[in-house]
Nanobody, 125 residues
Framework: QVQLVESGGGLVQAGGSLRLSCAAS????????MGWFRQAPGKERESVAV????????YYADSVKGRFTIFRDNAKNTVYLQMNSLKPEDTAVYYC??????????????????WGQGTQVTVSS
């Protein structure tokens, strides 16, 4: 059974930074794309950033390009989301997810079979 455990959320002022981490276990981590998604109150879950199995290819939502960086350490079975220049509109619960098929790079939530419990990110103005 795949398990994903997120950490690193919290409260930060606008313009500040946070780094989210997601530790994975239960299958060969290095074969699967990993993604970060978020959901704000009253809104649908949206993709934020995705990284392929090797770390070489990434995808970012337009709203976070240039501010967020996704990267992974396959030796540690961990994926990260570095968030800089945070804005109040980044406030949401952030979820780590693992894609269901090997060697993909899905950007939609339906491609992801395994999800963490979520971590709250709150950006104050």
């Amino acid at each position: 059974q795949v398990q994903l455990v997120e950490s690193g959320g919290g409260l930060v002022q606008a313009g500040g930074s946070l780094r989210l981490s997601c530790a994975a276990s239960g299958r060969t981590f290095s074969r699967y794309a990993m993604g970060w998604f978020r959901q704000a109150p009253g809104k649908e879950r949206e993709s934020v950033a995705v990284v392929d199995w090797s770390g070489a290819s990434t995808y970012y939502a337009d709203s976070v390009k240039g501010r967020f960086t996704i990267f992974r350490d396959n030796a540690k079975n961990t994926v990260y989301l570095q968030m800089n220049s945070l804005k109040p509109e980044d406030t949401a619960v952030y979820y780590c997810a693992a894609e269901g098929v090997e060697y993909g790079l899905g950007t939609s939530a339906y491609r992801y079979d395994y999800w963490g419990q979520g971590t709250q990110v709150t950006v104050s103005s």
